[in-house]
């Protein structure tokens, strides 16, 4: 079987929109012009965008009360990397993968190989202590790296040492921490005692880490644990990369904070103390509720790029924050969702570029407080679409990644390879 994309598909495919977006990059490109913006050095930056996929984002995901299982979903790690090199090679922004252990736990050096072959490259490593996992000792029921019990919270601290060393043979150089320690009903824990109990437990795994290797910590404000959770928010979780050292920095899931909170400002304060680390993309109406990057609030995505592109060019290209997508796409096929999602990413990325700064700084200055506001959404507003699909274009990519996905018959072709998952497994993960 065969589970790549033909090359001549793709050419095929950008052939019959080539005159149109020809079209529509001559006018773009006269538009920008106006604007004193050189739109071929967009182009370039928007081939520069990269952003992570996650292995467990394509496979379709669910919620506590059921999970619906597509047609051809990956079986294991390696039909995972197939579908990633399946988004690379059409989007041509995601030239990597973050692994979860143990659900990804595979021959390294078998890993690495496939993944070389498909273009593709390992992002950060994901530790998983909010589950049991096979054979071990001890529960996790009442947490993990902030147990009550010592050897729990050991047995969680070697979890995430092995992480670095499988990710070490994989030529990863990050680890994500995230756990679902905290409280379902007030009284359950001593808040400070856990969060102390937390705070040796991943300084031990911080001391494993090689010099080159960064930790992130990623708070999340509730759930699985419902009244308190021991990485809540930014607050501790910059408390806690402040008190790790130089290699730990936070990092920031767009669904994982309170309703309506302002993430922008949040960015800005993270990257002022040098504490901003990456980012898990996502979108979201209610909660965490993991949707498409930029499928219900494209303006608060590109007010984190306006912010993210502010700094990179105050701190200059040391300014290299971690992207990964992290998201569960319960009713759309994975592949095209993540497809998506990287392009309303790469989008914001370039359409925060737009912004006239100089302009901006003077508006500000003045307390013109209109003119900024509108400063921001002329560049919200421009369609940059044309730039994106020259950019996939010239890197071998799709002109449009959803259509030439349809069109290549990729799922067809993979589901008599991979059947169906039988039974409903329930949740997320
Ligand atoms: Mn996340």
Redesign the pocket.
């Known amino acids: 079987m065969n589970t790549r994309i033909a090359p001549e598909l793709v050419e095929q495919h950008n052939r019959a929109r080539q005159s149109e977006l020809d079209a529509d990059y001559s006018a773009l490109a006269a538009h920008l012009q106006r604007r004193h913006v050189d739109i071929e050095a967009l182009t370039q930056r928007a081939g520069q965008f990269a952003v992570a996929i996650p292995s467990w984002g394509v496979g379709t995901g669910g919620t506590r009360f059921a999970r619906f299982p597509g047609v051809g979903e990956p079986r294991h790690v390696f039909d995972k990397l197939d579908d990633c090199g399946v988004i690379q090679h059409l989007t041509r922004a995601t030239p990597t993968v973050s692994l979860h252990i143990p659900w990804d736990d595979a021959d390294p050096s078998a890993l690495r190989e496939q993944a070389s072959s498909l273009g593709l490259a390992f992002d950060a490593m994901n530790s998983n202590t909010f589950q049991n996992q096979e054979h071990q000792a001890y529960s996790y029921k009442f947490g993990s790296l902030s147990h009550t019990d010592q050897a729990t919270r050991e047995q969680a601290i070697e979890h995430n040492i092995r992480c670095i060393e499988i990710g070490k043979a994989l030529g990863s150089e990050a680890l994500t921490v995230?756990v679902g320690d905290g409280s379902n009903f007030p009284g359950q824990v001593h808040m400070g005692q856990q969060f102390d109990r937390y705070l040796e437990a991943l300084q031990a795994v911080y001391v494993a880490l090689p010099d080159s290797w960064q930790l992130f910590t990623?708070h999340k404000m509730y759930e699985p644990a419902f009244y308190s959770t021991v990485v809540q928010d930014w607050g501790s979780s910059y408390l806690i990369a402040s008190e790790l050292g130089p290699k730990a920095s936070c990092?920031v899931?767009l669904?994982?904070h309170a309703p309506n909170v302002n993430i922008e400002m949040i960015v800005s304060r993270l990257a002022r103390f040098g504490k901003l680390g990456g980012f898990?993309f996502n979108d979201s109406k209610y909660g965490d509720d993991d949707l498409d990057s930029g499928s219900i609030d494209p303006y608060r995505l590109f007010l984190v790029f306006n912010e993210l592109v502010d700094i990179e060019k105050r701190q200059g290209s040391s300014f290299k924050p971690a992207y990964m997508l992290?998201q569960s796409h319960n009713v759309t096929d994975p592949i095209e969702s993540l497809m998506s999602s990287a392009i309303e990413v790469q989008r914001a990325f370039i359409q925060a570029s737009l912004v006239d700064r100089e302009a901006l700084a003077g508006y500000q200055a003045d307390n013109d407080v209109m003119m900024a506001s509108q400063t921001l959404k002329q560049a919200f507003r421009t369609d940059v679409d044309p730039i994106l699909r020259q950019s996939r274009k010239q890197q071998g990519g799709a002109i449009d990644p959803v259509a030439a996905y349809r069109e290549s018959g990729y799922r067809q072709a993979v589901s008599t390879a991979r059947p169906a998952i039988s039974g409903s497994s329930s949740g997320i993960v």
């Open positions: 995230w990623e990092l899931d669904g994982h898990h992290d």
